[in-house]
């Protein structure tokens, strides 16, 4: 596999001590992977474009990239033969927003794919945000792109875990209590060079986000505070929570 230009390896594993760009102002990206069909939602529309406060999932997603001025251009990731994107109004967007119909069979494949077809540079930085997280506000946004624009690695925002955590046996019953010192829960966007990214989602096709992908190549993402707030919308149930929330925001 090639190294991109910039990186280096050292005995087969990244050093994020020898990383050097060519520039630390890079352009910067968004891409939502909406290839999936949301099968744990239920009903007849994939879970991205189902409605919420008056607009499809995913449309408060893209919103929220795109009013960010720093970002450059929105791709949206979608399946091959998506019947429902046209069906809705994404002029408000302009040609900040680029649909690519080359999603994948996984989250994985389907931001791979993306990266391919959007013919960004190594060093650009990419935000890589999933369409079920309607709710993201800008001062987490803005933070988020603060701490890591000149970071060498990236990272996600993440929320530490503040529930109990129990490991279950195979019968259903409590195994043992989990501590939850220093375990954070995973949230997007997360933010990498677009040429990292690529390397690490080459090789590593099963993960479920990026930074687990970019940890593959011995690196170590940075964990940038967010909230609740920016929740993933699961079942069907979630909604009206959003709709709450998107109300706060907007």
Same mark, same amino acid.
């Given at each position: ?14 050093? &994020? ?6 520039? &630390? ?72 927003? %680029? ?60 929320? &530490? ?30 933010m990498f060079r677009a040429g990292v990214l690529l390397q690490?989602? %080459? %090789? ?43 109300k706060e925001i907007m």
């Amino acid at each position: 596999m090639p190294v991109m230009p910039g990186h280096t390896k050292t005995n087969g594993r990244w050093n &994020p001590g020898v990383f050097h760009y060519n520039s &630390p102002m890079s352009d910067l990206f968004a891409l939502v992977p909406a290839a999936g069909s949301g099968s744990r939602f239920g009903g007849e529309l994939p879970k991205q474009y189902m409605p919420l406060a008056g607009k499809p999932m995913i449309h408060h997603a893209i919103a929220a990239l795109c009013a960010n001025t720093g970002i450059g251009a929105t791709f949206v990731v979608l399946a091959p033969d998506d019947a429902h994107w046209n069906h809705f109004d994404w002029s408000p967007f302009g040609a900040r927003l %680029q649909p690519l119909f080359c999603g994948g069979r996984t989250r994985a494949e389907s931001v791979l794919n993306g990266l391919l077809a959007s013919g960004l540079e190594p060093d650009d930085w990419v935000l890589v945000h999933d369409a079920a997280r309607p709710c993201l506000s800008q001062a987490q946004l803005a933070r988020l792109i603060g701490e890591l624009r000149d970071d060498e690695v990236g990272g996600i925002l993440a929320v &530490p875990v503040a529930d109990t955590l129990k490991r279950a046996d195979a019968a259903g019953r409590i195994a043992r209590t989990e501590s939850r010192a220093g375990l954070w829960q995973a949230q997007t966007p997360q933010m990498f060079r677009a040429g990292v990214l690529l390397q690490a989602l %080459q %090789q590593a096709k099963d993960v479920t986000d990026e930074a687990s992908a970019v940890e593959t190549l011995g690196l170590k993402p940075k964990l940038v505070e967010s909230g609740p707030a920016n929740f993933k919308v699961t079942y069907p149930q979630d909604i009206k929570l959003a709709e709450l929330l998107l109300k706060e925001i907007m």
